[in-house]
């Protein structure tokens, strides 16, 4: 098999896991009224507090579309203001104790739903995709 065949080949396997995870995705936040985008705001602020500027930049975003998106979060209980700990002028978001508990089924869910995809791999198989993975996201 030539170079470009190995390619071609790679990008409609990755194209196809992106479409069976984004409907992965899809689905779970239509089971809890989430967007993509806060499914992935949910996921990203599970270990951290992050400005409103930073987290619409993470996710390639204006910093407006952010706090509208911050807001409808914050009025479903899900998110959080405070004041930077380090910088006096800035804000900071933060997953509420509501928005924990419901990361957890949420990252339950997704796992079960992505399950199938996984249960053909052997244990060092995963742990190579899984740095495989890594790898290419950075």
């Excluded at 194209?15 to 993509?36: I, K, P, W, Y």
């Excluded at 009025?75 to 004041?83: D, S, T």
């Excluded at 791999?121 to 899984?130: I, K, S, T, Y």
């Amino acid at each position: 098999m030539e170079t470009d065949d190995v390619d071609a080949g790679l990008i409609d396997a990755l194209a196809q896991t992106a479409f069976t995870v984004m409907a992965a995705l899809n689905r779970v936040g239509a089971e809890h009224d989430l967007s993509l985008t806060q499914l992935r705001v949910l996921g990203i602020l599970q270990d951290r507090r992050l400005r409103v500027s930073e987290l619409a930049e993470y996710l390639g975003l204006e910093k407006s579309t952010m706090t509208g998106l911050v807001d409808r979060a914050e009025k479903r209980g899900l998110l959080g203001r405070a004041p930077s700990a380090t910088d006096g002028r800035a804000v900071e978001v933060f997953v509420t104790p509501a928005g924990a508990a419901l990361a957890g089924p949420i990252y339950a869910r997704i796992a079960e739903l992505l399950a199938p995809l996984l249960d053909g791999l052997r244990p060092a198989e995963r742990r190579q995709l899984h740095q495989s993975l890594e790898r290419f996201l950075r």
